[in-house]
């Protein structure tokens, strides 16, 4: 039986302070060990984020992505992982992220960890929320860039975009393609094919 995270309602969907006399961390662990299942628990640049299961609209997209990748990757070798966790690399806390889709050779994840390293991962994508957009555009550009992962795709919903970013260089990405959602969305190397996000 799930138990009920001690926070309260509003830091569902902002980030969550501390508990008094715990590290963020310490904090961040017993968040993680308490969430209901299907629930997301993210650590990002010191600040603890909680989130409920995404609705219908989000994973439709998420799974469209998937069956394209499965249809036009170059590479057969290359998998796609969703409900994975990253342990990235931060200023001053570890970060810890789960993408909506993670993409990376067959096998990069075969081990009992709950948190991975992101050197064999080629994208990342992220579909926003209500509750996720602000640190999908932000804070998670950060995070990714820093990682060096060279593709994140972020699915923004609100602004009816997608954003390709590429060449990570410290904490950005050299490069941010933007196209309307509809349009045919080309992912540069090391994926190199088409999105149609007209299916979206």
Known sequence: M???????????????????????????????????????????????????????????????????VIAR??????????????????????VRVIPD????????????????????????AEVTSSSTASRDRVQKIRAYARAGIPLYLLIDRDANEAVVCSEPSGDDYGHKSIHKLGTQVPLPSPLGFTLDTSEF
């Not at 990757?73 to 570890?94: H, K, Q, S």
């Not at 993409?103 to 390293?117: L, M, R, T, V, Y």
């Open 73 to 94: 990757r170059v590479d057969r070798e290359l998998r796609n992982f969703t409900g994975i966790g990253l342990g990235l690399p931060g200023i001053a806390d570890p």
């Open 2 to 68: 799930a138990m009920p995270l001690p926070v309260p309602e509003s830091a569902f969907s902002e980030g969550v302070p501390d508990r008094e006399g715990a590290s963020v961390q310490e904090t961040f662990e017993l968040f993680s060990a308490l969430a209901p299942k299907g629930w997301r628990v993210e650590l990002i640049e010191g600040e603890i984020y909680v989130g409920p299961p995404a609705n219908g609209d989000h994973e439709e997209i998420v799974t469209e992505v998937v069956e394209q």
């Open 101 to 124: 889709l993670v993409i990376a050779p067959k096998g990069s994840f075969d081990d009992q960890q709950e948190w991975h390293e992101a050197d064999p991962v080629l994208l990342v």
